[in-house]
């Protein structure tokens, strides 16, 4: 079983959503990067999701919402866009925080779930994860995630406890 068969098996997938979603962002020459959970899984041991969280260059988000809309259920909030398929559990948001933006140039083609896509490098996934947990208005849940995916990249990278913020620091007790 190949790691794309894997991954539309544990997600209930009746089509290949990921590769609907990722030919849509070529034909569109659409800049982006993988971030979240599933970067995270590059760098670290990984771990299974359902969610892909990926930013897009902002200049193309509008005309690509309209897009994805004719073929997928997008649901525009005010930090993200949603696209679902009705053929797969996947859930896959467009992260519109402006600050994610800069990951986007630099990120390097990494294999993903079998996909070859391009990834934010760790520091940049490492500063979102930071950026997720200190959201306050995040569900509780959420948060605990986050901070579990910041403590996977630590392992991997000691380093990158120089990202963090003072008091995060002194709570991880690091």
Not at 121 to 128: E, N, P
Not at 140 to 168: H, N, T, W, Y
Request: a positive charge; hydrophobic letters at 45%.
């Amino acid at each position: 079983m190949t790691e794309r068969e894997f991954v539309n098996r544990v997600t209930n997938s009746k089509s290949d959503f990921l590769q609907q979603f990722f030919d849509v962002l070529k034909r569109e020459k659409t800049g982006f990067c993988v971030i979240g959970g599933l970067a995270v899984n590059v760098y670290a041991e990984p771990l299974v999701s359902l969610d892909l969280d990926v930013v897009v260059a902002s200049e193309k988000l509008d005309a690509l919402t309209g897009i994805l809309s004719k073929r997928f259920k997008v649901e525009v909030f005010e930090h993200s866009v949603n696209v679902f398929s009705a053929s797969s559990d996947v859930r896959i948001q467009i992260q519109r925080d402006e600050r994610y933006q800069e990951f986007v140039r630099p990120a390097k083609v990494r294999k993903v779930l079998g996909y070859k896509l391009p990834v934010a490098g760790i520091d940049d996934v490492f500063r979102g994860k930071v950026w997720a947990y200190s959201d306050a208005t995040r569900r509780p849940s959420k948060r605990q995630k986050d901070l579990a995916d910041i403590m996977r990249l630590l392992e991997v990278k000691k380093s990158l406890s120089r990202l963090l913020p003072a008091a995060m620091k002194k709570a991880l007790k690091l």
